[in-house]
């Protein structure tokens, strides 16, 4: 069976929710499965410092506050938009949480009004309306995009119907642009702008999304999904899901 190299990208900068706790997750399932995991953190600068880029089969990248996503989203666009494009262009998986989702995105307009220039290679973007507009902030639920959930991989993987539950902490609200997919419909919280009941987004195989908690902590079936689409299997030999049922369940009481 295949290695998970997993590229990470700006861990120091981009990790105040506790995103980092996604790599751990995917880290600990391949473990379980004895499926050999490396992760290749990716901060500011030249790619060409990394030999193994053409290897890596997930890319993730974390949440953070505004002066973060300021402080790296020159290097993101100048030095990384070439690797990311060619890369979602190949079919290869990746997930992009909060800030990071919006940096993918044509533009994201700061509190302070100061316009981020995206990446764009997400049909989206996304508007922070200062503190005229309470920030998104609580537990959230969702149901994930039949796109997504119809794939066979994540039909095996998937003991939850498709839910997915997280926790979201953001100002920017985030619009899909017409024909974008989005990752999910959202049940209860705010998703992409508390206005069209949209959540995150799907570019390939990728995932754009506003989930914290860590969103694959609290939804293993997805981090099962990721592991087995990177490394092209159908699906990946269960482990026990107790707990995550009965968190599942507990969630159900939310109105
Ligand atoms: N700073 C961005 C916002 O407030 C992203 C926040 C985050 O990554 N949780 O919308």
Same mark, same amino acid.
């Given at each position: 069976?295949?290695?998970?190299?997993i590229g990470?990208l700006?861990k120091?900068e981009l990790?105040?929710?506790?995103d980092?706790?996604?790599?751990?997750v995917?880290?600990?399932?391949?473990?379980?499965?004895d499926?050999?995991c490396?992760i290749v953190?990716i901060?500011?600068?030249?790619?060409?410092?990394?030999?193994?880029l053409?290897?890596i089969?997930l890319?993730f990248?974390?949440g953070?506050? *505004?002066?973060?996503?300021k402080?790296?989203y020159?290097?993101f666009?100048?030095e990384?938009?070439?690797?990311?494009?060619?890369y979602?262009?190949s079919g290869?998986?990746?997930?992009?949480?909060c800030?990071?989702?919006?940096?993918?995105? *044509?533009?994201?307009?700061?509190?302070?009004g100061?316009?981020?220039?995206?990446?764009g290679?997400?049909k989206?973007?996304?508007?922070?309306?200062?503190?005229?507009?309470p920030r998104?902030i609580?537990n959230?639920?969702?149901k994930?995009n039949?796109?997504?959930s119809? *794939?066979q991989v994540f039909k095996?993987?998937?003991?939850?119907g498709g839910a997915?539950?997280?926790?979201?902490?953001?100002g920017?609200?985030?619009?899909?642009?017409?024909?974008?997919?989005p990752?999910?419909h959202?049940t209860?919280?705010?998703g992409n702008?508390?206005?069209?009941g949209t959540?995150?987004i799907?570019?390939?195989?990728?995932?754009?999304?506003?989930?914290?908690?860590?969103i694959?902590?609290?939804?293993?079936h997805?981090?099962d999904?990721?592991?087995?689409?990177?490394l092209?299997l159908?699906?990946?030999p269960?482990?026990?899901?107790?707990?995550?049922v009965a968190?599942y369940?507990?969630s159900k009481?939310l109105r």
């Amino acid at each position: 069976m295949n290695k998970l190299l997993i590229g990470y990208l700006y861990k120091d900068e981009l990790n105040l929710y506790g995103d980092n706790g996604n790599v751990e997750v995917l880290s600990a399932r391949c473990a379980r499965r004895d499926i050999e995991c490396e992760i290749v953190l990716i901060s500011k600068g030249n790619l060409s410092a990394y030999a193994r880029l053409s290897e890596i089969n997930l890319l993730f990248m974390g949440g953070g506050p *505004d002066s973060s996503q300021k402080s790296i989203y020159g290097d993101f666009l100048e030095e990384k938009e070439p690797f990311i494009r060619d890369y979602i262009a190949s079919g290869k998986t990746g997930l992009f949480v909060c800030g990071s989702y919006q940096l993918m995105g *044509d533009y994201y307009r700061a509190a302070d009004g100061a316009e981020l220039k995206g990446l764009g290679l997400f049909k989206a973007h996304t508007i922070h309306f200062g503190k005229n507009r309470p920030r998104c902030i609580g537990n959230v639920r969702a149901k994930i995009n039949s796109k997504l959930s119809s *794939d066979q991989v994540f039909k095996n993987v998937d003991f939850l119907g498709g839910a997915v539950i997280g926790f979201e902490n953001h100002g920017g609200r985030t619009y899909l642009d017409a024909g974008a997919a989005p990752f999910a419909h959202v049940t209860y919280g705010h998703g992409n702008n508390s206005e069209d009941g949209t959540e995150g987004i799907i570019v390939g195989n990728c995932i754009g999304t506003y989930f914290h908690g860590p969103i694959l902590a609290k939804n293993p079936h997805l981090a099962d999904y990721l592991i087995a689409k990177s490394l092209n299997l159908p699906e990946l030999p269960k482990l026990n899901a107790g707990l995550t049922v009965a968190s599942y369940t507990a969630s159900k009481k939310l109105r």
